[in-house]
């Protein structure tokens, strides 16, 4: 890579599901976690050689990405890792907000107690993940979770968007979701969301979903003001 980072993709295992998936999922994840950083050019050799990945097949994959905006050409005819703004990344978020409030209202109408009991599983596993900090497991969690309440809901087409802006605003999300005291939060938030869908209170439910993806906007966002106007340190003028 032309930032001159030693990035770590983990070779992709040749099995029935479509490589392209396979490949798409592990720079999907690379993306999350930060390895392929904001800006990032992409060299087809070394992702080929660290996916153990045909040009053909990895072409395809970054053709498919490119086309929902999480690449970015570049003056070099190559790829980088797109950019978000401020203004984008809150658009996001608030479509982020009531995409998932409807798919916990479809859930609410159509989960049966099983479904029910999964969700609660879930939710278990995604709690220990905030609780352990470990980034890469809080994203798996997290994309489970959601995943289980979207096939709930039956709407698969929620799960693909809300993935996407995910995706497009990973950079930012990754700030808030290293945040210990997010973390603690979150795992409140989460708590607060699967007990309105069990007690099947559908108000309260979109509402405390609607809340946690605004305060997951507004850690994000504040963390990278943070980092980008570091306050001051002040100096002490000397005494005589």
Request: aromatic share 2%; proline share 3%; glycine share 4%.
């Amino acid at each position: 890579m032309s930032n001159g980072a030693a990035l770590k993709l983990s070779p992709v295992r040749h099995q029935a599901a479509p490589l392209r998936n396979k490949i798409i999922a592990a720079l999907r994840s690379a993306i999350e976690t930060g390895i392929l950083a904001p800006g990032t050019r992409l060299i087809e050799k070394d992702l080929c050689d660290q996916l153990n990945v045909s040009r053909t097949s990895l072409r395809e994959a970054l053709r498919e990405l490119q086309a929902e905006g999480i690449f970015e050409p570049d003056s070099a005819r190559g790829l980088t890792i797109g950019t978000i703004s401020r203004e984008d990344a809150e658009n996001a978020y608030r479509i982020r907000s009531v995409l998932e409030a409807l798919a916990v209202e479809q859930f609410i109408e159509k989960a049966d107690d099983a479904a029910m009991r999964d969700l609660v599983r879930d939710g278990d596993i995604l709690k220990a993940a905030y609780t352990s900090g470990i980034l890469p497991n809080i994203i798996e969690s997290k994309r489970a979770f959601y995943d289980r309440i979207c096939t709930g809901a039956a709407n698969g087409i929620a799960f693909d968007i809300i993935n996407r802006l995910v995706l497009r605003t990973s950079s930012l999300r990754r700030h808030s979701l290293e945040r210990k005291e997010r973390q603690i939060q979150s795992i409140k938030e989460i708590d607060r969301l699967i007990k309105a869908i069990q007690n099947r209170d559908v108000e309260a439910a979109c509402k405390a979903a609607i809340d946690h993806v605004k305060n997951s906007a507004r850690s994000a966002l504040d963390a990278v003001a943070r980092d980008e106007n570091p306050p001051r340190r002040k100096l002490r003028g000397k005494t005589a």
